[in-house]
């Protein structure tokens, strides 16, 4: 008998690796491909974005602190772990130990800074060198994104990542090519440097600044601006031939509220917070944002110093001693109502006016005021002021012509309305302060107010500037920015990044 | 003797070999033209992915170089954008770069001039040029004369900018798109700037100009 056998074997278990096989070498190229993206993406995308975070909070960090060389000069770099730089050049401060944030402190920010430039009236300006850092995770094995083609390095030109070493450190030291080191990193991380200076907020950088609203000028009015180095004001905003054009159109108006109302021609910029302010329903030749909020510090009654006290009496007539031309050391005076009163200036033995400076204290209201030729008057009130434009008179004049300094050089303190300075005390009790301007005549002064409601009644023009919390002048009125008041009104009020720059390498 | 038959010599019928064989024509010509699809769709995905990489360094180059610039200006068909950059590390031939060029690789410390506009921050005398544009198919950046390729795809990357400037800062929109290897008809021949297959692989960004903030 014949046994017919049948062979069992066969292909399919060869036929199952196989597809087995292929299936896995398919998996195993999507997840190569996959991982290098998601690495990629997820993780040294995130990463590089991360690490100019990093630097900019760490610029934040230093910004703080040269803030408050306005606002609380005594205290800078004090807090955290700010310390003195020994030997540096120019005071100099740094974070000894770098800010840790973000997820498992995944982040961090060294910081520096120093003083970088000091100006004429001896404000300081801040270089804020910021360094941050962001690990980087993910595995490191896969590498970067370099796949465009044979020669372009796609992303490692962009994103220099630090997966062994520090090549900034290795290749730039500090970033001026001193103690270049080899440093090892403990896991990878991106570390982008950034560099800013922190300038000085002027006073008055425009005619006018509303913390809470603005109307004016009216339909037949004008905000304009000139500069009293070339004399005094005359209109030209519209005339791109006259060769102090560019001089004109500076009249710049800014609210930090939506609350905006024009009648007649801004000269200028106009910036609101949250306003719907556009060219086509207004009359502004500048540029125009929206979107641009800013603060105006309050007003402190001032004390003055134990080494020049207040002088004695309330007079009509201010005589200042001869310590009053120097700036650094002006007469004082206390009053509790100033009404009526005339302030001259100290002449020299020709006669000629020399430039006097007189600070005084109101505790009350403020009225008709006159200050003589050669007078710097600055005006620090607590009540309200009230008078006609014509009884708030400032006898100096636009370029300073007769007017001498102390040491018998002419002076070149040109501004007139820079001569004549009111502040307004903020109220303590959250009254409203008041200024109220009525025709006829006109204004040369510059008034810092940042709590007071400031009307202006009739067509009175003012020359200078204004910072206040509302506004209102809407009637035929002109007013003048003299640009000759930047960097003369005053210490600074705040301090603002001027400057950026990143350093890529 | 009778001769006994062989019974096992029995094989398949014409119609059931063409019935096999069609079967399994059938059976090969889906496995391989589903391994043609999935190939051709690892492909596109990885292509698609690849390309979305590509935006994504496009837009970090533009918003690094932009944040840092003293302006920037772009083209009337947005395909090209310039900054003005400070020269913020000191490079040979610069007035600066000192005897034997000691000073060269060194941060310039600005020149600070308060001014009536201002307060004016100098980077030196010069400033650096960075131009981006579209060359075919390729994305490049030149920085001073030095061109760098920074993005090449076959796939029609558009990157799209527009420059505006206010009172008191300045920002830029971008946008770059491309069409994916796998794409719909959409509204015509599949090419256009509005094709729904390419405005959905866009990609955005705003960077603001740090130089010139508000307030």
Redesign the interface.
Known sequence: MKI?RHSETGSVILCAIAIIVIISL?AA??LM??TA?YN??SKQ?KA??EALYAAEAGGDFGYVECRKASSAPGTQFTGGTWAVVSGAATPTWTLTTPATFGTNNSLSASVIVDQ??T??NSNP?Y?IRSVGNATVYGLKRVGM?D???A??R??S???KIDFNYDHFIAA?GD???NNKQLLTVTTPKISRRI?L?A?PVEPF?GFLKCLASFSGPGSAGVCDSY?SHNGAYYFCANNPADPHYL?SR?G?VSVNTPTFSQGGTIYG???TNGGNVTHSNSSIT????N????TAPPVVQPVPPASNPYKPGSPATINPSSTATNSGTPDWYLYSVLDGVTINARTDASGNPIETYVTVVVTGNVGKITINKGVNARIYFAGSLSAKARDIVNNNVDGATGVKNADGTPSTNVSRAGHFQFMGITPTDGSTQVIDIAPPGNVWATFYAPSATFQLHGNPDIYGAITCNNFTGNGNTGFHFD??L??TAGPPIDY?????????? | MKLRQNH?TAGFSMGEMVVVVGITSALFAAAFASSIS?QQS?AGV?DF??T???Q??II??LS?DV??SYSVTTSVDKLTVTCTI?N??IQAGDSDAGVGNANV???R??T?T??????V?D?GTGTSSVIYALNNQTITRTENGVL??????TDSLVPETIDT?????EYTSSTVTFMPKFHGHGNGNGQGQTDPSRTGTTVFAKAYL??K???
């Open positions: 017919n398919v190229g999507v491909n996959t993206r990629a993406t995308v590089w974005k970088v430039f100006d004429t300006f270089r994104d796949r465009m083609n020669t372009t796609g992303d030109l962009l994103r730039y970033g001026d090519g560099e200076i300038a950088e500069d001089d500076n710049s910029d106009v910036s500048g540029t125009i944002d979107n641009v909020s800013f640009k000759a930047r960097g603002r990044i001027a400057s950026y720059v990143e350093d890529v390498r | 096992n999935l690892l990885d992915f690849s979305h990489l590509q994504i360094r970090d180059y690094r944040k840092r400070p913020y590390v690789g060194k941060r410390t600005p600070i308060p001014t009536a506009n201002g307060a921050i980077y760098t390729t920074i993005a090449a795809s400037e206010l009172a008191n800062t740090r130089n903030r508000r307030g």
